[in-house]
């Protein structure tokens, strides 16, 4: 069950932290009446988490437009224990910074944190089912880089996702994307070190849904342009029942 | 100078044809208030006009959204005369249906056409400037196909375009695209037996914009799917003077 770690929400999004279990944490946004919105998931980029500021600019702004907002921290992030091997892969990673094999020890890593990542999404919904937050049993979820990590495979495996705005990733989610039918909105940036241009290309194409559209911009990894914001609740407001279109 | 030559604006969006000199025809919408709207020229596609009813549809969400719009009939286009020179690309065209021949020969007609219309839209801005229309100054432009191939050029030579939405056309507008400094939505289909997959986004890799994005979707030429639509009004949004973000 979700348990609650902070007394009361906060703000005007009205943030409130929570537990599942041991050690997942979290935070849920539009907690005046998480009930009666649509919810949509956010997954955190690598080296991020729930506290990011970016995370909560997105969530702060979702609650604006009517919904309610659920994110995890992914396992080994926001203050949660790190296992050795986790440690191992980390390091790799930052051995390869600034070499050419950056990239695939970045995709290396977040396929690792997704593994352990995607149940504990299942979790939270079940645990927000229970709560009686109807947007739960159909959500949507948006998450780059490490979000769309755990993102691809959490949403070709559970029902409940039935739209998701994913990016900065590619082809290392191949069987997932060809998984995936419900309505994907795919962000890449056109000149990103981390993910060839040539890999997110194929990765969009091999997505399995019907309605998908790719959004690409020029820039670096972490330089999605802020238009990106609005267009991705737009998409959520055409998807998500119970969203104000 | 332009002629008006229906008696008065008709309609909620106060569609009202105009001539410019003997041959060119238009329609402006957004009469009622023209002078202080934002400006977005409409570029219709091959064999179409002003008349369409997709023009008519986006232009009447435009004048909804606050703007004023303009449109050009294409040189033989909409009842307009056409050349022996031009029926001979019509013929070819036709002839080249069903063979891999035939986007070639659409992009050959539509260059043709373009080279005639480009100064045509000049005069129109010209005239639209001298009717008191702000606007015109930093106008806006929306074109797929034959409209874009009129749209790359324009958009490269004229100063008073200061945003773009263009798509469904590949390399054969490769000088203009690098030439263009604006931001550009580019859309392109992603199955489009007329442009391949790679001339499109070659296309979009060479518009010199820094401020470019890149909207694709699956499906074949005509079939840009409706949330592009409220996705270029907000890209107008962003970008036009006087315009309702």
């Known amino acids: 069950m979700l348990q609650y770690t902070d007394p009361a929400p906060a703000g005007a999004a009205g943030r409130r932290a929570f537990r599942i279990g041991d050690s997942t944490t979290g935070v849920l946004w539009g907690t005046d009446d998480a009930a ?3 919810l949509v998931l956010l997954g955190h980029g690598g080296g991020q988490s729930t506290q990011a500021p970016g995370m909560r600019a997105r969530a702060e702004a979702l609650v604006h437009s009517g919904y309610a907002v659920a994110a ?27 070499s050419p094999d950056f990239g695939a020890a970045v995709a290396d890593l977040n396929a690792a944190v997704a593994q352990d990542a995607v149940p504990e999404w299942t979790l939270l919904l079940d645990d927000l089912e229970a709560e009686g ?10 998450g780059y880089s490490l979000g769309a990590a755990i993102g691809f495979p959490l949403v070709a495996a559970e029902g409940r996702i039935r739209a998701a705005v994913l990016g900065l990733i590619g082809e ?20 990103d070190p981390l993910v060839s241009r040539v890999s997110a290309l194929r990765l969009f194409d091999l997505v399995g849904s019907r309605d998908k559209t790719l959004h690409a911009n020029p820039g670096a990894h972490g330089e999605v342009p802020d238009h990106e914001e609005a267009s991705s609740v737009a998409f959520f407001a055409r998807h998500l029942p119970g969203a104000a279109a």
Chains 1, 2 share one sequence.
């Open 36 to 38: 009666g919105r649509p």
């Open 72 to 98: 995890l921290d992914a396992p080994g992030h926001g203050g949660r224990p790190r296992t050795a091997e986790l440690e191992r892969r980390i390091e790799r990673m930052r051995d390869a910074q600034g």
């Open 133 to 142: 937050v109807a947007g739960a049993a159909h959500a949507g979820y948006w």
């Open 172 to 191: 290392t989610v191949a069987e997932s994307a060809a998984a995936i039918r419900v309505p994907v909105q795919f962000v890449m940036q056109w000149d």
